[in-house]
């Protein structure tokens, strides 16, 4: 079962422009992760921010967590072709004691030259 | 080595065949996982082995048996398989087992193995 629903389902930008992706869940959390995957390929961590956090940077990556709302989001800057990929949030549960993280349904980015 | 390796990279297979799916890590994680993930979804557990022992099982039908002979490795035992299980089958690793809390870690993914069930 899915635990996080994530919009826009796909985005299509500029090259140089900035590219938000949000994230909402369900149960209160530990902490959530976003991803990146490239087509048919592994996914790769990008940045974890904790349920004590509301804001984390890296490099042109910036991450926000509202868990009044139960939403995240990941901006990204100035982006590049390099940045098309399917994105994903990864969410555990505080209420939970196996160790294992859900997806959330991704955002398709494409960026046009 | 900071890389989970995957073999094979594709794999087809007839529903009576019988074949292994393969994961190395050598990070020293402790935690190894199985996903699977179909076109246009995200993955979905399948297995997570704790310490070599199996700690989540997903309600996974038993055509799909896992093994970790070690904590290096982790297998994927298939067998009788279905059209409909034809996927990217990931394998991914994290640092710690089972923590307390459920607070979880970031998870190192290999490629993917990307099976097609005849």
């Known amino acids: 079962s899915q635990q996080g629903e994530e919009d826009p389902q796909a985005l299509s930008i500029q090259e140089g422009e900035n590219a938000t992706m949000n994230c909402s869940y369900k149960t209160s959390i530990n902490n959530l992760q976003w991803y990146r995957q490239n087509s048919g390929r592994g996914l790769v961590h990008l940045i974890l921010i904790r349920s004590n956090e509301r804001e984390k940077h890296s490099g042109r990556l910036r991450v926000t967590l509202d868990t009044s709302k139960k939403s995240s989001s990941l901006l990204i800057t100035a982006s590049r072709a390099a940045d098309t990929a399917s994105y994903f949030c990864a969410t555990d549960s505080r209420y939970s004691s196996a160790s294992k993280i859900i997806f959330g349904s991704g955002t398709r980015l494409s960026i046009r030259p | 080595d900071t890389e989970v390796t995957q073999t094979p990279k594709h794999l087809v297979m007839g529903m009576t065949n019988k074949k292994s799916l393969k994961c190395e890590q050598h990070m020293g994680h402790r935690a190894m996982y199985w996903y699977k993930q179909k076109a246009k979804k995200p993955p979905e557990l399948m297995f997570v082995y704790s310490y070599e022992k199996l700690s989540i099982n997903e309600s996974v039908p038993s055509r799909f048996s896992p093994e970790c002979p070690n904590s290096s490795l982790l297998n994927l035992h298939l067998h009788a398989l279905q059209p409909e299980d034809s996927a990217l089958y990931l394998c991914?690793?994290?640092?710690?087992?089972?923590?307390?809390?459920?607070?979880?870690?970031?998870?190192?993914f290999g490629p993917g193995t990307r099976l097609l069930v005849l």
């Open positions: 991914a690793s994290s640092p710690a087992g089972d923590t307390a809390g459920g607070r979880q870690e970031t998870q190192y």
